[in-house]
Nanobody, 120 residues
Framework: QVQPVESGGGLVQAGGSLRLSCATS????????VGWFRQAPGKEREFVAA????????RYADSVKGRFTISRDNAKKTAYLQMNSLKLEDTAVYYC?????????????WGQGTQVTVSS
């Protein structure tokens, strides 16, 4: 199946950390960007962060800047989202998008998502 595969979600207390992974080995591309998005209950999917093939961060959403770090390991064909100082409002299903083209999320392949729940 041609799609990224996310993992690493779970239940964490506010202030805690999680690291999400996005495995992209099934994708028939090279030199592609990867993006992370999230969708909270009752809200539209929103852009979180994106990274180039060479590991340069494209941008973080203002809401996660300084707390989240995007990275990738091309040898493992895996991208990561390190999430620190988690807040209740970070609760959402997190999705990986590749190849990332724009923050609209209209292009590329999507994974099934991984649930992140932040509790008080």
């Amino acid at each position: 199946q041609v799609q990224p595969v996310e993992s690493g979600g779970g239940l964490v207390q506010a202030g805690g950390s999680l690291r999400l992974s996005c495995a992209t080995s099934a994708l028939p591309f090279t030199n592609y960007r990867v993006g992370w998005f999230r969708q909270a209950p009752g809200k539209e999917r929103e852009f979180v962060a994106a990274i180039t093939w060479s590991g340069i961060t494209i941008r973080y959403a203002d809401s996660v800047k300084g707390r989240f770090t995007i990275s990738r390991d091309n040898a493992k064909k895996t991208a990561y989202l390190q999430m620190n100082s988690l807040k209740l409002e970070d609760t959402a299903v997190y999705y990986c998008n590749a190849p990332f083209v724009s923050e609209s999320g209209r292009e590329g392949y999507w994974g099934q998502g991984t649930q992140v729940t932040v509790s008080s």
